[in-house]
């Protein structure tokens, strides 16, 4: 049994979570494919993606059995009304369809219910990616928007589909 923990990353954690994000990129043709991706600089992955996973507030690492696999985050869509968005990335394929998403998912909605005052957590993913889409229910968000043909990927039209789960749900599911 795989034990899923979220944690903030340490500073010496630099190059091994620069490696599990750069080594195999086959995970950027699901995380918005649509939108532009170039393979960061050490640098740039230090400042940008790595401060947040070590400050720990809107982004913490995925390690399963002490392994470093993915990472859980979230955005502010709007602060001032309380309106974010969640994320998770499983970077390596060997750790995908196992429910590692699933299972940092509950600890991450649940951390965010337990430390901000807000009502509603948002996921959002395009219509090419089904196993965040299944993820997504499973956990009981429930689809509330569905906007047609805007995701634009190697020549095809993609649906954005849009997932919520309220505060009162997620306590009643979990």
């Known amino acids: 049994m795989e034990n899923v923990v979220l944690k903030p990353t340490c500073p010496d954690e630099l190059a091994p979570f620069y490696n599990l994000i750069t080594r195999d990129e086959l995970w950027t043709k699901f995380n918005g494919p649509y939108f532009p991706y170039s393979k960061p600089t050490l640098t740039e992955f230090k400042n940008g993606l790595f401060s947040n996973l070590c400050e720990g507030e809107k982004a913490q690492a995925i390690m399963v059995n002490g392994v470093p696999v993915g990472s ?30 699933y299972k940092a998912l509950i600890h991450w909605v649940t951390h965010l219910f337990s430390t901000l005052n807000i009502e509603r957590v948002g996921l959002t993913t395009w219509s090419g990616n089904l196993r965040m889409m299944a993820c997504a229910e499973k956990l009981g968000f429930k689809q509330e928007a569905c906007i047609r043909k805007v995701r634009y990927y190697q020549g095809e039209y993609y649906d954005s589909i849009k997932y919520g789960v309220l505060r009162s749900e997620w306590i009643d599911r979990h």
Request: with cysteine; aromatic share 24%; net charge negative.
């Open 72 to 101: 859980v985050s979230f955005y502010w869509e709007c602060e001032s009304t309380r309106w974010l968005e969640a994320g998770v990335v499983i970077y390596d394929p060997k750790y995908w369809g196992q429910g590692l998403g």
